[in-house]
């Protein structure tokens, strides 16, 4: 008998990544057909919004036709050309230019990867290369925050600090530390701005104090952690963090893997606060999804020494057949001209500012701890209780419930298993757009409201 459902397909061979793999054999595969702009149309013909750019990274948005054709143009005159052997091609160069142009200060050098998880590898490798070539060789430990997600290769999973990424697969690794994230909603500190930047600084000094700042290589952040819960730090907390890393003698390498290319505003969160990383990491918006493709931005001092340091003549031995792969590089260059010259940075910046306005009118609903946005990169953080900020009991599955109601009521969000609702809608949407996010979405918690185990668990006050 042949199989020929797609459904069961899905089920006997493909591992999808970050499933629970018995529980998507149970459920089966959402099969995504089609899109068009922040419209997706799944294989029974649903149409829904898209207010998670798929994975945080459409952000010019479905359909660009220029897109596809300058890959179609690109895979006909060159479709192949490698980085080894001092070969190298048009589009990869220029987009190496071209990133050396718009990323803030001296971060002048570009190695391309794939995706996120290797470009944050490549600043793991790189930075202990740095020191062994510097002369300081004990410089290997890495600092990063609670909540952090800095993708999930073999060391970079235990840079990222989420339990799922650790268990089971011996992590972290030795040298790999964390300090607590910045998390206004929930920190010790209070939510006050400047106690939570005070508390960061003094938690990253203490750190580096414990370990010894000759043993301490670098501190890694996302300017606004995404994968942790969208948890959005006040203003002037990446700068802070910045001076304090510097003062500390260690790296700071900014992974702007979700922030960059107008996810939250400008070009890349760093510029918002005149930040210059020793290191940034970039993927996800510099192709918008439409090809696999990310960045690695190395700063003057760091590339300088590496290159005046090297044993002489021999190869630094890190580096893929794809990278600087010439048609993603044809396709990023489109996507950055459409971020420009196509208004859509713009737009998304003004787009940012309406939605976090509308965003914030569901402060009053029942379910919601917390509304927390900058641009157009947003969390909603749902609570049993307002006052105690007590989340609902796993037992409740509530973010599975919000994940199938909200694609039921036509809205594609991240349901995060601590009941927190990512999003991140891309940036070519209308405001019209955002109002139809909006509504799904307080569509979706009052369906909430309606299940048993949130009436049985869920604590209304009166608020004045
Ligand atoms: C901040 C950050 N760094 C790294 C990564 C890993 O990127 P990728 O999934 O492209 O490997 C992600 C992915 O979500 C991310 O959010």
């Excluded at 210059?276 to 090809?291: F, N, Q, R």
Aim: proline share 5%; hydrophobic share 45%; aromatic share 8%.
């Amino acid at each position: 008998m042949t199989v020929n459902s797609l459904e069961a397909l899905d089920r006997m061979h493909w591992v999808h990544p970050v499933a629970n793999w018995a529980g998507h054999e149970k459920r089966g595969v959402t099969i995504l057909k089609s899109a068009r702009g922040a419209f997706i149309t799944d294989a029974d013909g649903h149409e829904l919004i898209d207010g998670f750019a798929g994975l945080w990274c459409v952000n010019v948005g479905y359909g660009h036709d220029s897109i596809v054709e300058v890959a179609a143009a690109q895979m006909r005159e060159l479709p192949y050309a490698t980085g080894y052997f001092g070969f190298g091609s048009e589009p990869a160069i220029r987009l190496a230019t071209k990133l050396a142009e718009i990323t803030p200060g001296d971060l002048n050098h570009i190695y391309f990867s794939l995706g996120g998880s290797d470009a944050v590898d490549s600043a793991l490798r790189l930075i202990r290369y740095y020191y062994n070539v510097t002369g300081r060789p004990a410089k290997k430990q890495i600092i990063s925050l609670e909540r952090g997600y800095h993708g999930s290769s073999s060391t970079g999973a235990g840079v990222t600090a989420l339990p799922a990424f650790h268990a089971n697969f011996d992590l972290p690794a030795e040298g790999q530390h964390y300090i607590a994230s910045p998390y206004p909603y929930r920190n010790p500190a209070g939510s006050d701005d400047a106690a939570v930047i005070a508390a960061s600084v003094a938690t990253l000094r203490a750190k580096v104090e414990e370990l010894g700042a000759d043993t301490v290589a670098a501190f890694f952040c996302e300017p606004v952690q995404g994968s942790g819960g969208v948890v959005v730090p006040p203003k002037g907390w990446l700068k802070a963090m910045r001076d304090a890393a510097a003062e500390l003698d260690i790296l700071f390498v900014a992974d702007e893997v979700i922030t960059g290319f107008g996810r939250t505003g400008p070009m890349f969160a760093c510029e918002a606060e005149g930040v210059v990383p020793d290191m940034m990491s970039m993927a996800k918006g510099l192709t918008s999804g439409y090809a696999p493709l990310g960045a690695l931005a190395i700063g003057e001092k760091v590339y300088r020494a590496i290159a005046d340091n090297a044993p002489a003549g021999g190869p630094i031995g890190h580096g893929y057949t794809y990278s600087g792969h010439p048609v993603s590089a044809a396709v990023a260059l489109e996507v950055l001209r459409l971020y420009d010259e196509g208004g859509i940075l713009a737009n998304g910046q003004r787009v940012g500012a309406y939605f976090e306005e509308r965003l914030a009118t569901l402060a009053d609903h029942p379910l919601v701890g917390e509304v927390r946005a900058r641009g157009l990169l947003a969390g909603v953080e749902i609570v049993a209780d307002k006052v105690t900020k007590e989340k609902f009991s796993r037992a409740a599955k509530l973010s599975d419930h919000l994940f199938a109601r909200g694609y039921a009521n036509g809205v594609i969000f991240r349901a995060f298993a601590d009941d927190i609702i990512g999003l991140a809608p891309p940036l070519c949407c209308s405001e019209s757009e955002i109002d139809l996010i909006i509504a799904r979405l307080r569509q979706t918690l009052d369906d909430m409201l309606a299940l048993p185990e949130v009436k049985a668990e869920l604590k209304l006050v009166e608020l004045a």
